[in-house]
């Protein structure tokens, strides 16, 4: 469980299939506090450390399976990338921003990007079958990140990225065209699903 607070922004320092996919990330975290079977998650992806290090820098490795390529933007990653990080929530911590599983939902599209003063307006686009799940002033996450939706039209929806969230997070490099994971609110999930069954 998460709160789509990013706490640390990592970086890929490879990857490599060996059966799943595995990846070492780069990490400001101290390792000496993060066990082997610890969830951490990775732009809004909760993986699963498998191995930790400390050359050349602090890094821990994950493995992921093909389902999760697959419904992710995962299969992007390279060398050099950079992730928002965050480590899975503990009794006691505070919850910031909304429950977040770790589980993508879908891969969303940034179909445009405007300054806004001195925020930055963007619109993604969500698959269809997700769309019905987004709604003015609700929560998403998106690459891991706890937002308020703006507005909805169809399939598309608006974030509005403060300063702050820009320099704290991967966000500060959003371009048009970009694909960014996508989580639903989980409310919004259940009261839906309470909905068809109705």
Known sequence: MFTGIVTDIGQVLKTE???DLRARIGTGYDIAGIDIGASIACDGVCLTVVALGREPQNWFDVQISAETVSKTTLSGWSPGKRLNLERALRVGDELGGH???GHVD????VIRVTPDGDSLRVTFRAPESLAKFIAPKGSVALNGTSLTVNEVEGCD???NFIPHTRAATTWGTVREGDAVNLEIDTMARYVARLRDWG
Request: no cysteine; glycine share 24%.
């Open 106 to 109: 879908g891969v969303a599209k």
């Open 17 to 19: 299939q060996q059966g």
């Open 99 to 101: 429950i977040v599983s």
């Open 157 to 159: 929806f608006g974030i």
